[in-house]
Each structure stands twice: as C-alpha cells, then as structure tokens.
C-alpha cells in the first residue's frame, strides 16, 4: 500500500479530532504537518531508525516510507 503525504497527514489530524474522516485538512495545518513529519523522521534517522524517507515538500506525492510502516508514522505524527 502507498499513501500520498496529504492522505497520511489527514489521517493523523483525524486521530487527533483536527479534521473530519471525510475532510481534508486544511492547507495552513497540512504545512504545518508537513513541517512535523520532515522533523520527525530526520529525528528518527538520527537515533537509529531510518525507513529512507528524505524530506517532502509536495502534499501530493507518495509518502517514501515502507508500507508496513505508514500506521506508526500517522500515529506517531498524531501525537
């Protein structure tokens, strides 16, 4: 499974109540969430747990994480 960087940011706000399951987020906290999860997994690629992602800026590319990753990265994005 793949999922672009807008859908796993949607999810992750969701979880957080921020968003609507059927709604995006908006484009002020899609950014916002864009910034966190480049932080994010360079801090995570620097304490060891590197998934090769490199840093995104386009809401609609696929995400560069493993499939099987996309659930703790949304949750860990979420939090």
């Not at 960087?5 to 950014?31: C, F, H, K, M, P």
């Not at 490199?54 to 996309?70: G, K, V």
């Amino acid at each position: 499974m793949t999922i672009t960087n807008q859908a796993l940011i949607d999810q992750a706000l969701g979880q957080l109540g921020i968003v609507e399951s059927s709604d995006a987020a908006s484009a002020t906290d899609s950014a916002d969430a864009m910034t966190y999860l480049n932080q994010m997994m360079a801090e995570w690629k620097v304490s060891g747990k590197d998934l090769d992602f490199f840093a995104q800026d386009d809401l609609t590319d696929t995400c560069p994480i493993p499939a099987w990753a996309e659930h703790a990265v949304m949750s860990n994005l979420a939090r």
